[in-house]
């Protein structure tokens, strides 16, 4: 998970992250949620959301590292191609 935005939203945004951690709501059920907790209204608590919900979306379509791509199967070929050579000779 990458570390809380910087600027004003950042605490809505972390407030959003514990609240969807303890599992209380549904996060299209959070605007309540962030109207208590920080006396917003209505309008600014759901634009908030949808915000972060965007954010969310955005950091789980990113493209996947090194580390996580699959093996590309012609460089599987190639490394059990070359161990069939090292032991048969």
Request: glycine share 6%; with cysteine.
């Amino acid at each position: 998970m990458s570390p809380p935005p910087n600027g004003p939203r950042a605490r809505f945004h972390a407030f959003l992250r514990r609240l969807r951690a303890k599992g209380r709501s549904n996060m299209y059920g959070a605007v309540p949620y962030l109207m208590h907790a920080f006396d917003l209204g209505r309008d600014d608590a759901f634009r908030i959301v949808c915000e972060w919900i965007d954010a969310q979306e955005q950091e789980t379509a990113s493209p996947p590292s090194q580390a996580e791509r699959p093996l590309q199967r012609t460089s599987l070929v190639r490394r059990v191609a070359g161990k069939r050579r090292r032991t048969t000779s």
